[in-house]
Every structure is written in structure tokens, then in C-alpha cells.
């Protein structure tokens, strides 16, 4: 195993890697980094230097809420989009984040809650000049963001309070203007209220709602308001996570339960094409707005369906080379859509892989129990941020080359995942740590991306190293000398906060055989892809077995 890593591993200077940062925010930010343990170490040079890089450009990213500088530091989108969304920013990127600076992502959080309007409308982004409330544009479901905020972070009440009212303040403000048509399903009133600018699902349809107005449509459309399918799962998923919220807090959350039922039977009546495995708007006639987009990935990430209906959507769409699957994925557009436009120079939602739609993929994968697909979209990805410089919104879908903008935090925060999750160790809201022995692949032109790696993160006080090759993976606790865990490359190992083991999981399609060290002992195992061993006794036990679903071509 590469000691020589692991050392250098324990020597870096974060600081030193980043610059520190000139700004207040910044060295505030870096003490936060600091506490969290986090380290990365590789055998490139250029990767690790790009990771650094990335989070070194994610300072300029997090920044005070006001053109005062007054106030506590929330996350920016990045690049041309200066402010919080809440489709985004305020959501999944402040998911992300909190993982690694959660003061951060808290503040983005309440920040949404302190604008919201008397009639219970949030702003759908909030800048230096203050919120704006011009449209709603709602993606990843917010509850959910601040549950595992909640959870992963000190089961603060107070603030898990403050947002739970917020959110029913809100979810009765959508209840009460998004559903003029008495479906029970949200409704799209412009382009911008799904934050999918230049797609052709939003064709003659005006990019902001009636008079900019978000409670509007317009009156003289031919064509809206759509019932739309990623705002009504949206809906349901929110409605399950302030169930749950409801239940912490003491209040009750049947209400929420049934309420949550509802929008998963509009959803199913009004938008779902079981012939096609697809969710499509229906626009003012009735009519299916038959565009494939990826608001079936949308769908997905909000918990919609079973384990059959996913597998089947993976089958059909997502790992499908002529639908979504492409050599860096996933498209914003299917590719077999003559309306599908590969250009990624411009803010397009029209074709180009999107860092929106890729960072909000793991969740939609891993709620299925589908790890070994999921890396097939990480290392890709991995490969394409290896090369970049500017951290761009989009890929161009065929070279995996940096398209519009700069520094855009969903692109940082997509390296920081994906290097966690693939080679690194994840901290879950459940309490788990995941420490998962892969490495980068080299997909472009067999230029290696990483031979191996080594990360460090800090846990109740506790810190975890893990160093990967492709022969396998050590653990080292606390700076020991001797790994406490050793295991073969290609599975994931799975353990409580505090490190004791629980289970593996096969996180390759091939079938692996070998031998797992923990504390001093040697366990056998055989492990097939997706598979989950439950550590039982002193042995290993299989709890689940769901195979692998293979990429298709047409």
C-alpha cells in the first residue's frame, strides 16, 4: 500500500494549498474546512491541483448577503449568477456543502426563510439588492435538503422550526396559485419557473410568468399552464420531509402523509406515460408536451417509484448511449430528439450536460440501491474536472470540454462530491461513514486521472485517513501507524460513526472475492455488484442482491 501518500496525505497545508483567502468569509470559511478533517492527496499532481482549485475558487462563491457586507456568509451561484437560488443554491449545492462548511449552507438556508413574503411565497433567488419573487423556480426539494442538514449536522430544533414553517407557509402558497386547473398537480406558468432556460420543452412559451408576476399566467397562451412533472414531484417530496420534520419537531404528520399521496397520484394520473416510461407536462389542452428531457432524472431524484420502475427508466432512458447516456453524462435533452443541441458555449438547457443535473444524480441512483451505475456517471465526470480550469456551468456532452461561465459552485461542489464519494469518505445524515475503495479511471485518451488516492476526514473528534490504489484500500484512525481496515479495490465499506463496521457493499459489475482485515481479523467474503453484506457475528451475510442493469444502445 502507498505509504509514501498517506504521509504527504498528513502534511499538507490546506491553507497553504488554497491561499487562505483575503476576505473575512474566506478565513472563516477555511477554519470551518480545517475542523472538518478534509484532505485530498493524489498520485497526479494535476488532479490534486485541480481539486485545490476548486475549492480555492469555491471561496469566491461564498460570500456576505448584502452589497453592505453585513451578515453571515451564504453560498453564490457563481460565475454571471450572482446570488442564491432556490432551485439550486439554496438546495442541492447548500447540501452539498454542508458536508464540508455547514455554516454556510445554514445561512443560504434561513436566508430564504427570513425573505419570505407575508401571503408565504419565497424568494426564487436572493442577490445583494435583495430577493426577488418574479417566478418560483423550484427543482430540488428544499425540505429534504434542510432534513439532512439536520441530521448531519447537530439536530439543531430551533432551526429545523424556523424552515418547517417557512416550508408550510409555502407549500400553502403553491397550493393556493399553482393549481388553477384543479389537478392537484403544480403548474408551470414560464420557462424559468423550472430554471430550464433555452429548452425545448418551454418552446413558445415566455421565459417569466404574466406581467412578472409569479401568482400569473398568461391569459393568451394556447398552451399554458402545464401541469409539470419535476414541480409536482417536487411537491411530493417536500410533503414526505416535513412528515418527518412534523414528527421530530412533535406536531403531527399524517397531514403531510396525505397530502403527500395526493401529489403522488396527480402526478401518476396527469403526467406519467406508462407506454413510454416517461414524464411529460401537459399543456392547457390536454395535450403531452412530448419533449425528453431530463425532467425524468428530476422525477426520479424526488423518490418517485420503485425499485422495478427505476430499473426500467436506467434500462430505457439514463444509461441508454442514444437517450441521456452520453460519453460524459447526463444530457439535458435526449439525443435522439431532433430538437437535441450539443453546444455547451451558452446557458443551454437544450442539450449539454448540466453540473445541476449531475450533482443531483447520486441521490436518484443510491435511493435504489444502484452504486455500480451511479460510478459510471462519476468517472466520466471525474475525468472531464480533471482537465478543467474555469469550472464551467455545462460539458459539452462529446469531449467533456468546460462550456459557459466560470467558477460556478454546482461544477466545485461536483468535484468535492464526486471525489468523496468515489474514493473518499462520505458522512450519510444516518449516521453512517462510507469509505469506498475505487479509483479514478483514465476514460480520455488513456490519460491517467489518478493511480491512487488519499483522504482524510474528521468525525466526533475522531479522524479517518483512507488511502486507495487498485490493488485495495487501508483505514487508519487517528493517525495509527497500521490500518485498522484493509479491504480489495471495488467494494465500499460501511460503518458507524464512531468506525465500527456494519457492512460492504459491491460497487463494481464484476463479481469480487477476498478478504477484509478489521481489527486484526481476517473475514472472507464474495461479493457481486450492488450487493450488500451485513456484517454479522464475525462473517459477512447478504441482505440484498439486485444485480447490475447494463447500458443500452437504442
Known amino acids: 500500500m502507498s505509504h509514501k501518500l498517506l504521509q504527504r496525505l498528513r502534511e499538507i497545508d490546506t491553507d497553504g494549498k488554497v491561499g487562505g483567502g483575503g476576505k473575512p468569509s474566506d478565513r472563516a470559511v477555511m477554519e470551518e474546512w480545517r475542523r472538518s478533517g478534509v484532505k485530498f492527496a493524489a498520485s497526479s499532481e494535476k488532479f490534486e491541483g485541480v481539486y485545490y482549485s476548486a475549492l480555492r475558487k469555491l471561496l469566491d462563491c ?42 454556510v449552507s445554514e445561512a443560504s438556508y434561513e436566508l430564504f426563510a427570513d425573505y419570505q413574503r407575508a401571503d408565504g411565497l419565497m424568494p426564487y433567488k436572493i442577490t445583494e439588492q435583495g430577493p426577488s419573487y418574479r417566478q418560483i423556480q423550484l427543482v430540488s426539494p428544499l425540505a429534504r435538503s434542510v432534513w439532512n442538514h439536520y441530521r448531519l449536522n447537530g439536530r439543531d430544533k430551533t432551526f429545523l422550526r424556523k424552515m418547517y414553517e417557512a416550508m ?6 403553491l397550493a ?17 419557473d ?3 432556460d433555452g429548452s425545448p420543452r418551454f418552446w413558445h412559451v415566455a421565459d417569466t410568468p404574466h406581467l412578472g408576476d409569479a401568482s400569473q399566467c398568461n391569459p393568451d397562451s394556447p398552451i399554458l399552464p402545464f401541469l409539470a412533472p419535476d414541480l409536482t414531484a417536487n ?5 414526505i420531509y416535513l412528515s418527518r420534520i412534523a414528527a421530530e419537531l412533535g406536531e403531527e404528520d399524517s397531514v403531510w402523509e396525505h397530502k403527500a399521496a395526493a401529489s403522488l397520484q396527480s402526478l401518476m394520473e396527469h403526467c406519467y ?22 425532467v425524468l432524472l428530476r422525477v426520479m431524484a424526488c423518490e418517485v417509484g420503485d425499485h422495478e420502475l427505476f430499473g426500467e427508466v436506467l434500462q430505457r432512458y439514463l444509461l441508454n448511449t442514444k437517450k441521456f447516456f452520453a460519453k460524459y453524462p447526463l444530457t439535458s435533452i435526449a439525443m435522439d430528439d431532433p430538437r437535441f443541441d450539443p453546444l455547451s458555449n451558452y446557458n443551454s438547457w437544450a442539450g449539454p450536460t448540466n453540473f445541476l443535473t449531475v450533482i443531483r444524480t447520486p441521490h436518484a441512483f443510491e435511493h435504489h440501491g444502484r452504486h455500480v451505475e451511479l460510478t459510471w456517471i462519476l468517472l466520466p465526470i471525474l475525468s472531464a474536472l480533471s482537465r478543467m480550469t474555469r469550472f464551467g456551468q455545462c460539458l459539452s456532452p462529446w469531449t467533456g470540454e468546460e462550456g459557459y461561465t466560470e467558477t460556478y459552485s454546482p461544477a466545485m461542489l461536483c468535484l468535492l462530491d464526486f471525489v468523496e464519494r468515489l474514493c473518499g469518505i462520505l458522512p450519510t445524515p444516518g449516521g453512517e461513514l462510507w469509505f469506498t475503495g475505487l479509483v479514478p479511471y483514465a ?59 456494519k457492512s460492504i457493499v459491491g460497487m463494481t459489475v464484476r463479481t469480487i472475492e477476498g478478504q477484509i482485515r478489521y481489527n486484526g ?6 461479493i457481486k455488484g450492488n450487493e450488500v453484506l451485513e456484517f454479522q457475528n464475525g462473517e459477512f451475510v447478504s441482505i440484498s442482491s439486485i444485480g447490475v442493469i447494463i447500458p443500452t444502445y437504442c
Request: with cysteine.
Open 62 to 103: 461564498i460570500v456576505p448577503p448584502d452589497a453592505a457586507g453585513q451578515g453571515k456568509p451564504i453560498l453564490h451561484e457563481g460565475g454571471v449568477y450572482l446570488g442564491c437560488w432556490l432551485e439550486s443554491t439554496g438546495t442541492i449545492n447548500a447540501e452539498l456543502l454542508s458536508r464540508f462548511v455547514p455554516s
Open 168 to 173: 408550510c407557509r409555502y407549500d400553502g402558497w
Open 176 to 192: 393556493a396559485n399553482r393549481d388553477t386547473r384543479g389537478t392537484g398537480c403544480v403548474e408551470a406558468f414560464s420557462t424559468f
Open 194 to 196: 423550472t430554471g430550464h
Open 235 to 239: 411537491v411530493y417530496c417536500q410533503r
Open 273 to 294: 406515460d406508462a407506454e413510454d416510461t416517461f414524464f411529460y407536462d401537459k399543456d392547457r389542452s390536454g395535450q403531452a408536451v412530448k419533449v425528453q428531457s431530463d
Open 443 to 501: 476514460m480520455d485518451h488513456g490519460q491517467e486521472v489518478s493511480e491512487e488516492t488519499a483522504y482524510s476526514r474528521k468525525v466526533d473528534g475522531t479522524l479517518y485517513e483512507l488511502v486507495n490504489t487498485r490493488e485495495g484500500a487501508e483505514v487508519y484512525r487517528s493517525g495509527e501507524a497500521e490500518p485498522y481496515l484493509q479491504f480489495p479495490n471495488g467494494i465500499r465499506a460501511v460503518t458507524d460513526s464512531s468506525g465500527v463496521l
Open 521 to 526: 481479523r481476517t473475514v472472507p467474503f464474495h
